[in-house]
């Protein structure tokens, strides 16, 4: 059995999709929790063993120097991947450039569609058949990196915000824990430009009903 893939979780609130990666990881582990602040989600971090840290925005000069804090710890700590988890701070630019190809985020909404906030009653005002969640790579723009894979659900005429957002969450806990078991078994890959998968996630993909993006690994 080859060694678990260490990631690191960046949370700033309730942290349902950090409980979710928690229970649901196979092939990665967590190691470290960070946070900018201090949020309930840290108990479930906490509750699990698993180490971590927060560094808040007043007790450092700049933005810049407080995330190169928290952006350290997950350096030192040796992880490979950092997973974005409802983590509510703008990423510096030199940040977002050293973890690039290494740093995703789970999004509430079918990017391009909906980047922001309010992406759920934003759905319904739009009169959109079909809403969802996306898993991508971090890009210097606002939630605009190479999509990984997207989860989608129907928007029923009963649907409020609160109803939708039930519905997406419930997707976001699936499919983000299973993207990174993927890319955890090299079965989803990006080399800076494009977000590769092999046959094994594509089957797997459609087994629980993701839509992947990116190209099919060629056969070696
Ligand atoms: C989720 O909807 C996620 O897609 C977005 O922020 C929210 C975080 O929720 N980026 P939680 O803290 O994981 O419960």
Redesign the pocket.
Same mark, same amino acid.
């Given at each position: 059995m080859p060694a678990a893939f260490p990631i690191a979780v960046f !949370?700033?609130?309730? =942290?349902? $999709?950090?409980q979710a990666l928690i229970e649901r990881a196979e092939h990665f582990k967590i190691e470290l929790v960070c946070s900018n602040l201090d949020c309930p =989600?840290l108990d479930y971090a906490r509750n699990a063993g698993i180490k971590t840290v927060t560094h808040t925005r007043k007790n450092f000069p700049s933005r810049l120097a407080q995330q190169e804090a928290l952006f350290g710890a997950a350096q030192q700590q040796g992880v490979k991947l950092i997973a974005?988890?409802?983590?509510m701070q703008i990423i510096e630019q030199s940040i977002v450039d050293a973890w690039f190809g290494k740093m995703i $985020? !789970?999004?509430?909404s079918l990017l391009p569609k909906f980047p922001g906030l309010d992406t759920h009653q934003r759905a319904i005002d739009a009169k959109e058949a079909e809403h969802g969640?996306s898993v991508h790579f971090v890009d210097g723009g606002m939630d605009t990196g190479p999509l990984i894979a997207q989860g989608r659900c129907g928007v029923l005429p009963t649907d409020d915000a609160h109803s939708l957002?039930q519905r997406?969450?419930g997707i976001?806990h699936r499919i983000y824990a299973w993207v990174l078991n993927q890319i955890a078994r090299g079965g989803s890959t990006f080399d800076g430009r494009t977000v590769q998968y092999n046959t094994t996630t594509e089957a797997a993909a459609a087994h629980e009903g993701f839509v992947l993006h990116g190209v099919r690994m060629s056969a070696r």
């Open positions: !949370i700033s609130g309730r =942290g349902s $999709n950090l =989600g974005l988890a409802g983590f $985020n !789970i999004h509430p969640c957002a997406v969450l976001e």
